[in-house]
């Protein structure tokens, strides 16, 4: 079973400060990996996969076959970056049914 | 339409009464997903809908749920017997395929509570 583990519900960190979100999935395949992000009173959204290969809003984030992880990281933290943050997980190809943890929730603090 | 649409946005139900909610998708979008998100947890996923046909229904948590999409475009999921571990917020996402390249794209949900 595909399983998405996201240790921290909330993260605090100074504007300016670098964030690390952290996150481990665990899938007997080859996954897909993705982070989502939901500001506040907006609709869920995609912000990044890992497949892209980019730099979203200054977020990048790598997998790490070998440690089963996704980290999501940016070396400035802005205001505009509180907001919850889900990563997930689906097969790669398919109809990509996505799992997704339990989130972070990212304050950053002025 | 521009993005996903959901109704209601609330909705109150009595322990015991049955209760529809309705998803628009994106026109086009060939695939439509539900998902459910209790308080504090991330969505979970409920089924899946390619046009008209229901491919996956492994999430739905008893037979007192029930989705649709008899035309391929709107769809509805059903909850009879309503109970208090029903409350959530509901989520549709739909994509172009399986398989879209920019992932879901989300509705704003409807937050379903049960007293």
């Known amino acids: 079973a595909q399983r998405v583990t996201q240790p921290e519900k909330l993260l605090s960190v100074f504007k300016g400060a670098p964030v690390e979100l952290k996150c481990n999935y665990s899938?007997?395949?080859?996954?897909?990996l993705f982070w989502y992000v939901q500001y506040s009173r907006q609709r869920l959204q995609l912000l990044l996969r890992?497949?892209s290969r980019e730099s979203i809003k200054g977020f990048t984030a790598d997998l790490n076959k070998g440690e089963t992880s996704f980290h999501l990281k940016k070396p400035f933290a802005q205001e505009e970056d509180s907001a919850m943050y889900y990563c997930?997980?689906?097969?790669?190809?398919?109809?990509?049914?996505?799992?997704f943890g339990t989130g972070t929730k990212l304050q950053v603090i002025p | 339409g521009a993005g996903v649409s959901q109704s209601p946005r609330y909705k109150v139900a009595k322990r015991g009464q049955d209760v529809a909610l309705r998803c628009d998708p994106i026109?086009?979008?060939?695939?439509l997903f539900w998902y459910q998100q209790a308080l504090g947890q991330g969505p979970e996923f409920l089924t899946y809908?390619?046009?008209?046909?229901?491919?996956?229904k492994s999430g739905l948590p008893s037979d007192r749920f029930f989705a649709e999409r008899p035309e391929g475009s709107v769809s509805t999921l059903k909850i009879q017997r309503t109970q208090q571990e029903d409350s959530a917020v509901y989520l549709c996402?739909?994509?172009?395929?399986?398989?879209?390249?920019?992932?879901?794209?989300f509705g704003s949900g409807t937050r379903l509570t049960v007293v």
């Open positions: 996402a739909s994509s172009f395929s399986g398989t879209d390249i920019y992932g879901y794209t």
């Open positions: 899938y007997s395949g080859s996954p897909e």
């Open positions: 890992h497949i």
């Open positions: 997930a997980l689906s097969e790669t190809g398919g109809y990509q049914k996505v799992t």
């Open positions: 026109s086009g979008h060939v695939s």
């Open positions: 809908f390619q046009n008209e046909a229901q491919l996956d």
